[in-house]
């Protein structure tokens, strides 16, 4: 049985936790940091913690957030155990394993945090890092195979991994929701939950030996794209002083709350026809909501493509800009940045997504030369030039684009003009590939994440080499986070990301571990193009500015 910690005491109550197999690393779990959002709460911004009497038991994680459940993703699940090149008896045997996985458990009732520290000395002052997952806003949850894991609190840092609401419960706006909200607005409470989290953390992470004044944030996929949304709110300032985006997706999808864009529609628009399932039209449509059961409200997002569409809209308060346009503008937060991408991110995402560009899906190959046509207009010429076989649908070139335009050309883009601004900015080329001779996944989309995290997928290959790269990566995710620079010794060099040499590091096995120039610069200056000509449609779509709260008062909720 785990030793327990000796009680911690934090603003709502005292806790204890239990030390791992080692006795070295204090766990804490399921720690409410707001309350359940439920009942009349739903859909409404995260309250503060209730405070609790006696001793919490901080030894099992909370439950994770709703989530979006389609009979789609099976077959990307298939895709992903195939393209790992394992012989068939593997293949199939996991195949079957994950079919058979039982599912976490789910709750309205999910705003909870986890955390790992090696000490519980107040006087410690340790670097946080706080964990922000991924899973297209619609999944996922803080304490998953691949981040329960030790390996960064053994380096010295106190580790945070959150809940947030997700998809319907946490990005659902209704225009009767935006008249309750004394800001005028609605939907991002998922984004909301990640900020409350960073409040908690300025308030409780002392008692755990952590430094309030050492904040990193970091995510991957849609967890990098909230770090980027922090980046960007006026609501997040003061409460994080450093940054890392792995493999941020979907750089310009997002909704906007009154204005359909590109293909979304207005955030307020799709609410309301989600709400026009349950209940009648008029007034009084969001109390009858609130009490139809949670799982209900996600049925139609299972059957219907334009129900998983629930996701951080451009509000003109909690985000007052789009993030692209605030980084264009050099109005983001301007702390130390590590960032980058994987170099293969398309192969996998093309599974699940079956479309070369962000927005659609199950493209036939006949239709991606319209589609290409109708969203990149005048570039959409030097596109097919630049992705042979794209014109012609051909499969490995709609992966190719696929991973530039959802994932890779983000990091560009963030990168560049966080240069500009003056920041230190560190970035990255993910390139470690399936052992196997015959993957055909690549440095694929996620992969990066166990080796941060030092947690290997279990029954998944890790060779000696593979665990020296974790070593790797995890001490420079550490060090960057200690003192905003991730150069540490007896590891190569990490050269500065600057408009002058943009520089960035190739994160592989030994051989390719070390210092590298840009690479694909042609592609990523066109997509780049491409986004900066969007950015100029955003601006024509703001929303009035709204009057903000303090990172003070923010760090209270």
């Not at 899973?135 to 945070?160: I, K, Q």
């Not at 997040?236 to 890392?244: E, N, P, S, V």
């Not at 070593?471 to 420079?476: E, F, K, L, N, V």
Request: proline share 8%.
């Amino acid at each position: 049985m785990a030793k327990q910690t000796s009680p911690v005491k934090i603003r709502t109550g005292t806790l204890t936790g239990t030390y791992d197999k080692q006795g070295e690393i204090a766990i804490f779990k399921g720690i409410p940091y707001a309350a359940p959002p439920v009942g009349p709460l739903r859909w409404k911004p995260p309250q503060p913690a209730l405070p609790w009497s006696g001793t919490l038991r901080a030894e099992k994680a909370g439950p994770s957030a709703y989530q979006l459940k389609t009979d789609d993703a099976q077959p990307a699940f298939d895709a992903f155990i195939e393209g790992q090149g394992w012989g068939r008896l593997k293949t199939s045997a996991m195949k079957l394993m994950l079919r058979v996985a039982p599912s976490p458990k789910e709750s309205e009732d999910c705003l909870t945090l986890n955390v790992r520290t090696p000490s519980l000395d107040k006087r410690a002052k340790l670097p946080v890092m706080v964990w922000i997952h991924g899973g297209g806003h619609f999944m996922g949850s803080g304490e998953d195979p691949m981040t329960d894991s030790t390996a960064l609190a053994r380096r010295g840092a106190v580790t945070v991994t959150i809940n947030y609401r997700l998809g319907v419960m946490g990005y659902f706006a209704h225009a009767e929701l935006s008249r309750e909200s004394e800001h005028g607005v609605s939907g991002n409470y998922g984004t909301l939950d990640q900020i409350a989290a960073l409040g908690w953390v300025q308030e409780n992470i002392s008692a755990f030996g952590g430094d309030p004044d050492n904040v990193t944030i970091f995510g991957e996929s849609a967890g990098a794209e909230s770090v980027v949304h922090m980046l960007s709110s006026p609501l997040a300032r003061g409460l994080f002083h450093k940054a890392i985006m792995q493999s941020a997706s979907a750089g310009f999808p997002y909704m906007v709350l009154r204005h359909p864009f590109l293909t979304n529609p207005a955030a307020e628009e799709l609410g309301q026809r989600l709400a026009d399932r349950f209940a009648s039209p008029g007034a009084g449509q969001v109390e009858a909501l609130r009490h139809v059961p949670a799982e209900k409200l996600y049925q139609p997002g299972a059957a219907e493509l334009e129900f998983r569409r629930f996701n951080p809209a451009v509000d003109g308060y909690v985000l007052e800009k789009h993030p692209l346009q605030v980084f264009l503008e050099g109005e983001q937060t301007r702390v130390p940045l590590l960032l980058g991408s994987n170099a293969d991110e398309g192969t996998w995402l093309f599974s699940m997504l079956t479309s070369p560009v962000s927005g659609y899906f199950g493209v036939e190959p006949h239709e991606v030369a319209g589609l290409v046509r109708e969203r990149y207009g005048d570039l959409a010429e030097p596109v097919f030039d630049l992705y042979p076989g794209l014109r012609q649908g051909e499969e490995a070139a709609q992966s190719d684009f696929l991973g530039d335009n959802y994932v890779r050309v983000n990091d560009y883009f963030y990168a560049t003009y966080a240069a500009q601004a003056g920041q230190p900015v560190y970035r990255y080329l993910f390139t470690r590939t399936p052992p196997s001779p015959t993957q055909t996944l690549g440095a694929y989309h996620s992969a990066d994440v166990p080796f941060v995290h030092g947690k290997p997928m279990p029954l998944f290959d890790f060779t000696e080499e593979d665990k020296a790269l974790s070593q790797a990566m995890g001490d420079y995710w550490v060090q960057f986070a200690r003192s905003g620079d991730p150069n540490l010794a007896p590891h190569p060099h990490w050269p500065a990301y600057t408009a002058d040499q943009p520089r960035q590091m190739r994160l592989g096995h030994e051989a390719e571990l070390g210092a590298i120039a840009l690479d694909r610069p042609v592609k990523l200056a066109l997509l780049r193009q491409h986004l900066e000509n969007l950015v100029g449609e955003m601006r024509q779509l703001q929303q009035p500015k709204m009057e903000v709260a303090t990172p003070a008062q923010f760090a209270k909720v």
